[in-house]
């Protein structure tokens, strides 16, 4: 089920009506949203709820094993949950991917396994991982109630495409006491709609101009690859931040508050900033569990650039199997090093981001090519020429522009919201405003919406 699903109005009216049947009883309410969210997941594959299942309970069982054991039990323990946790992500995402490059690297003829890869497994196994070793650091206490640490590797608004959420907020929410779940869901309506309306209107009609490009770029000029590539920057922000609107918006109405996941990220002046402003729950998740562990800043300027550079490496592998996203991370990996090398990273404005705003933008563009081709070969194909200017000849200029336009006012009109903390104060406000935006999502749809990006991750 896609958020923007007639089926999925149905799955969330049931799933909000049982919830406020059960909101006076923390059990009940939590079994109701544990039911769901399976229910959910397995509308995709139900085989694979067999698998969120059984990295739920390896999980708490290991957290419940930390608690009180020797130093050396714990460590044994919480190998045992990486080993298992990322070898089974390995096993579904990147096994294949491995015995492709071996039959390339050695002109080999090794069967491929072709396994279904299982949707948002890269994101709640992260978040599965992130719970035990806060557990086995002291961080937090063990949770006693499956059901509860159930729900959290699950819950089905963030459970395909994140944002990554950490038990330290997640868990004590689960127990708190909720009430007036229709009135949070007219508070929440706004923010799901208009994350619906980025997707479907401004992602989706720029995808199809990018994946016309992406998936012929010799027949496009130089001007209609640097047009598509600048429409996938637009695309993927919309895309992926539309989700995450429309994902904060459901956890709302029962009951959760998370973090923002973007914060205006082609605002961004830099390296550094961009990963504080793009994604933020996963560039927090490898910057605490991964650059800190490589040794972070606190062992030298050339152990903290290793840090950097393998961290963006490994976080580009993340995000697909495959050799264009390996390349990406280590793009954005070279200019943060670059950047701690050669410039000191400024949280203020200067006279000199009339400068380095444009250069940085443009080099974005440049790793969102690298990210969008699917292959080195059309990675070649797509650069091939790009520095001999050619007009746009066959790319809608118009439409590339007025997709990239609304990014624009969307990062200066949640820069403001964040300064000003501008609120609606009655709940009819919030659904009279959402009733007026939602119709237009449906009429300026295209005919047909892909389904989000990062699914694919």
Not at 263 to 289: K, V
Request: net charge positive.
């Amino acid at each position: 089920m896609l958020f923007f699903d007639g089926l999925f109005f149905v799955f969330l009216a049931v799933t909000i009506a049982a919830s406020s049947l059960a909101f006076s009883s923390v059990r009940a309410r939590t079994w109701v949203l544990l039911i769901a969210s399976y229910l959910f997941y397995g509308a995709w594959d139900w085989r694979f709820c067999g698998l969120i299942l059984f990295s739920t309970t390896l999980d708490y069982f290991v957290a419940l094993g930390l608690e009180g054991a020797t130093q050396a039990r714990k460590r044994q323990l919480m190998v045992a949950s990486l080993i298992v946790n990322l070898g089974t992500l390995a096993i579904f995402k990147y096994l294949d991917f491995g015995i492709g490059s071996l039959n390339s690297l050695f002109n080999a003829d090794i069967p491929l396994l072709e396994l279904v890869l299982p949707v948002g497994i890269s994101f709640f196994t992260f978040q599965s991982m992130s719970y035990t070793i806060d557990v086995y650091r002291g961080e937090i206490q063990a949770e006693k109630n499956f059901a509860s640490f159930a729900l959290f590797v699950s819950f089905f608004p963030q459970l395909v495409a994140g944002p990554i959420i950490r038990a330290s907020d997640y868990l004590p929410q689960v127990t708190a006491a909720l009430s007036k779940p229709l009135h949070r869901a007219a508070g929440a309506a706004p923010l799901f709609v208009f994350g619906l309306f980025k997707k479907v209107v401004i992602a989706d009609h720029l995808g199809a101009v990018v994946d016309a490009v992406y998936a012929d770029p010799a027949a496009f000029s130089s001007g209609d690859r640097w047009l598509a590539t600048a429409g996938f920057a637009g695309q993927i922000y919309c895309d992926f931040s539309g989700y995450t609107d429309m994902a904060l918006a459901l956890c709302a109405i029962f009951g959760f508050a998370f973090p923002l996941n973007f914060r205006s990220p082609y605002l961004a002046r830099g390296p550094q900033e961009f990963w504080r402003r793009w994604h933020i729950s996963l560039s927090t998740w490898l910057r605490d569990y991964l650059y800190v562990p490589l040794g972070g800043s606190k062992h030298g300027k050339g152990r903290m650039l290793f840090a950097l550079g393998a961290t963006m490496l490994l976080g580009g592998f993340w995000h697909g199997a495959s050799w264009t996203f390996v390349l990406w991370g280590a793009f954005h990996g070279t200019l943060l090093v670059a950047e701690r090398v050669f410039m000191r990273p400024s949280v203020t404005l200067s006279r000199w981001d009339i400068v380095r705003w444009p250069v940085f933008f443009v080099l974005t563009l440049i790793g969102w090519m690298i990210f969008r081709a699917q292959s080195l070969d059309t990675l070649r194909l797509v650069s091939d020429g790009l520095w001999s200017w050619q007009a746009p000849k066959r790319v809608p200029v118009g439409l590339v522009g007025l997709g990239l336009l609304w990014v624009a006012l969307d990062h200066v009109i949640s820069e403001a919201n964040r300064k000003h903390q501008w609120t609606l104060k009655h709940p009819w406000l919030h659904l009279a405003a959402a009733g007026v935006v939602l119709p237009f999502c449906f009429i300026m749809r295209p005919d047909h919406s892909a389904e989000f990006i990062y699914f694919q991750f």
